[in-house]
């Protein structure tokens, strides 16, 4: 315990966990810490690992307080990478926009991992937004236009991605998928308030027209992705970094399919998709870009 050591990465969110020996089951003196910075900081970062799945799904539990289950869904069973050099690896190639997993799901998706399996230099970085942080700097008139509005999330064919260059991604399903969520959310576990759009998924601010829905959305976008509130990780093989996916929005450098291997091996918490959602994405370049 006296061996852990957690320095932030910056000043509102994110550290990194020094001293951390993984052990099963693990040590609750040091998962309890962990678990306390997981909820103020929401990113965490460890280097220097060498673990299996197995272990890097007992740290993703662990941290929101759930016991791994002796049998896993079937979805959580199925191999799962982010790479560009293995097949049927996820967002192969590319650039992501700011974004949660799932974010068009009935039920939010808690906490995700990633895990450095093979990372050759140089490697496209995986950079994090706090939305909690945002909400408590947004200036209160703009709050007060937030009160009562919802916003609708999710992937459709003429889904309009804000941003987007010839380098952007974006991940199309068999049929259009959308839900509606409040713009401000109260984080379930944390109680913390949250500005709950994104460049990737949110499709429209309901109650708006065109004009003023794209203006309101650049407005939000110009807090949530200005620069003091980007938190970048530059990948090492060996490195683990878990999030929390309602707290904070993830994106991605771009990546070459002939460019150097970045393979991440991906765990996530429990899962908590409906059976007629759980569908995987085909990753495509953005229409028209």
Known sequence: MSKLKLRPLTPAFGVEVEGFEPSSPLDQEVLAKLRAAFDERSVLVFRNLDIEEDMQRSIVYGLIGEEVPVELAAAEKRPRVVSNKMADGAAPYGRLLFHCDTMWARRFERILSLYGAQ????????????????????????????????????????????????????????????????????????????????????????GLSAEENEALLAELFSYLYEPSNILEHQWRTGDLVVWDNIAAQHGRGTVALDGPERTLRKVSGPFNLDPDEVNMPVFQKAAGK
């Open 119 to 206: 990372v050759e230099p140089p490697s496209a970085p995986t950079t994090f937004v706090s939305m909690g942080e945002t909400w408590d700097r947004l200036p209160d008139d703009l709050r007060a236009r937030l009160e009562g509005l919802e916003a609708r999330h999710g992937f459709e064919h003429k889904y309009p991605n804000r941003g987007g260059d010839k380098d952007v991604i974006d991940a199309y399903y068999d049929t259009s998928r959308s839900t509606v969520r409040p713009v401000i959310v109260r984080h379930p576990r944390t109680g913390r308030m949250l500005l709950y759009v994104s460049q990737q998924a949110t499709i429209e601010i309901l």
